[in-house]
């Protein structure tokens, strides 16, 4: 009785370890959670680098006269960010006392570490055609800084997704809003799914499902112990999250 105990606690564990291997650690807006951070901050890219994640997420937007700028939220200081110039934001503060980045300013500091993945997430517009125009720009600003091995894509858009797929075939693209198949991904033209953990937990089997079809699996964004271990059980490819240190440790576990 001890030794089948034993010998499933060995299973149990080799699987833990194989999946550990295979998992990624991606930092949720950067590494802000350290001294002289904030999320989607040069310095957030730059600790991300430094500590030697696999990628750095941060999100993107168009101003109307289409500069490319990093922010999470479509508003900074009740300004819409879609429908302003960018004259007007240029110079708003993030909490570790940066201005707003500019994409370029962003890309630039990215390209120093080779090795660090910019997961670039195209936040939705709600002018679609604004939306479009976004992604060509920022297609292009990221073939003409030679980085398109290292900028990967993901959105809550379906429709920024789609553009993607046109207008950059060779990227990596992934969806974000967790209500589509691995299947219906597949046959789209992306190559992954990017779903918040909790529809991983209602629907496990298309880890493998979405494996079995070529595709990758991320899920975000996983900050607590028992989610980081059960996410990592399941083999996904990679983790988002807000806690990359605590991630790292377990992955290397």
Known sequence: MRLKSLFCFCVMLAGFLTASAQTKVIAHRGYWKCEGSAQNSITALQKSGELKVWGSEF???????????????DLINGYRIENTKYEKIKDKKMKNGETLPLLEQYLDEGKKYPDLVLVLEIKPHKNKKHEAKA?????????EKEMKDQV?????SLDACKELVKQ???????????DLSPKEIEKMGMTGIDYQYKVIDKRP????????????????????TDDLERMIRLGVDYLTTDNPVDALEMVHF
Not at 135 to 143: D, L, S
Not at 168 to 178: F, K, R, T
Not at 207 to 224: I, K, R
């Open 59 to 73: 999100d993107v937007l168009m101003t109307s006269d289409g500069k490319l700028v990093v922010n999470h939220d």
């Open 135 to 143: 992604v060509e720009r920022i297609v292009r600003m990221v073939e």
């Open 168 to 178: 950059a075939p060779y990227a990596e693209i992934a969806y974000l809003n967790g």
């Open 152 to 156: 990967h894509y993901i959105s809550f």
């Open 205 to 224: 089997e298309w880890v493998q499902e979405a494996h079995d079809l070529g595709l990758t699996v991320n899920v975000w964004t996983v900050n607590g």
